[in-house]
């Protein structure tokens, strides 16, 4: 008899402050450093917080394509990204509020695989309908463009 997965669970999450800059955070049985640069603060050594919520988008995107296009039964092979955010730190400088920090962001996907152009884009289609950290920036505000290309 097949397991039946949970569709709605709730993510149990610790940290701990080290430092100015550096919050140590325990997620499953892992451990991620979120830090700043030492010119903040931080110590240097992992991504900052915004940092990693728009890199999210690149883990999220080689995750959910890769089920998209097996499900279509597509080869999209090694997944290799350029991405380009726009930031207003106006908000984190604490000059002024702001509403929507990132503004815009611009991705783009390079499939390895042997895919066609016209299958990429069908991946790419698919994985906009149910990666949830684009719907996140989506559902804020940002333009959110990501453009799926053959090597």
């Known amino acids: 008899m097949a397991i039946r997965q949970k569709t709605l669970v709730k993510a149990r999450v610790t940290g701990e402050s080290v430092g100015h800059g550096r919050t140590d955070i325990n997620v ?16 240097n050594l992992a991504p ?5 919520a728009y890199t999210a988008l690149i ?3 080689t995750s959910v394509s890769n089920k998209c296009a ?8 090694r997944l290799s ?9 106006r908000g984190v400088m604490l000059m002024e509020e ?6 815009s962001i611009q991705l783009k996907v390079t499939s390895h695989g042997s895919a066609s152009q ?3 884009e069908k991946v790419g289609a ?11 920036f989506a559902a804020a505000g940002t333009k959110v463009e990501i453009d799926w290309e053959k090597a």
């Open 28 to 43: 499953r049985d892992l451990t991620a450093i979120i830090d700043e640069p030492k010119e903040r603060g931080g110590t």
């Open 48 to 52: 900052t917080p915004t940092e990693y």
């Open 59 to 61: 883990g999220c995107t």
């Open 70 to 77: 097996k499900q279509l039964g597509v080869d999209i092979g």
């Open 81 to 89: 990204y350029d991405m380009v955010v726009e930031f207003d730190r």
């Open 98 to 103: 702001i509403d929507l920090p990132f503004p």
């Open 118 to 120: 016209a299958e990429l």
């Open 126 to 136: 698919e994985t906009a309908k149910y990666c949830p950290v684009s719907k996140l």
